[in-house]
């Protein structure tokens, strides 16, 4: 089965995100920067992304024209540092639909306990792009990815913005078949389960909560 990780070596994207790791980045600079890479992955991410053709008139004729149906697209966010993406994201696909789904992680277990989940209606005919800045443990992915492949969405795909391949490997044991994007596969996790080198925590960085 696939195992498709794609690492986003755009100039533009590796700029920002080493911006984001400097620990003096303020949090309206990480913030901005948040926004500004999250629309750049969005382009990586709608590359391949189906599409269909419409009737248009220019200002001289008619003509067929080809475009991406944006209300077919959820972006699932898991809370709280996935919403981070979602502006930049919507900047890009403005017809996009928004599902949440709540987790956090167990300090004792570091495992995923859901809290929320929210989703649009019809998804067997959405595709989903699931947001959430780090992909370390995987526990969360999995458990998110677990949950909306009950809903039967078209596709699914994960998109981060660093990962390391403990996290990898863990969400593609369980699924193998749903696509990471990540500018970045850093070295490794430490004792709490953070990503190293990595950027710290990405939600409070975010949010200014540390």
């Known amino acids: 089965m696939a195992r498709d990780v794609h690492v986003i070596t755009h100039p533009l994207v590796q700029h920002k995100l080493t911006l984001m790791r400097r620990k003096d980045t303020s949090t309206k600079s990480f913030r901005e920067l948040v926004h500004e890479l999250s629309a750049l992955l969005a382009y990586e991410l709608t590359r391949d992304m189906p599409m269909q053709e419409i009737d248009i008139e220019t200002p001289l004729e008619p003509m067929k024209s080809r475009v991406i149906d944006g209300k077919k697209i959820v972006l699932a966010s898991i809370l ?5 993406f979602l502006d930049g994201m919507l900047q890009v696909i403005p017809g996009a639909r928004v599902g949440h789904i709540g987790l956090y992680r167990d300090p004792a277990t570091l495992k995923a306990v859901e809290y929320y989940f929210k989703m649009p209606q019809d998804m067997h005919e ?6 959430d800045p780090m992909l370390a443990t995987g526990n969360s992915a999995v458990a998110a990815v677990d949950r909306l492949k009950k809903t039967n969405p078209r596709s699914i795909r994960f998109v981060c913005l660093v990962t390391c391949p403990e996290g990898l490997k863990t969400f ?11 500018p970045v596969i850093d070295r490794g996790l430490n004792d709490h389960g953070y990503i190293v080198p990595g950027l710290g925590d990405a939600g409070d960085r975010i949010f200014g909560t540390k």
């Open 80 to 84: 709280r540092a996935g919403n981070g």
């Open 126 to 131: 959405r595709d989903v792009i699931v947001l």
């Open 172 to 182: 593609h044991d369980a699924h193998p078949d749903v696509p990471v994007y990540t």
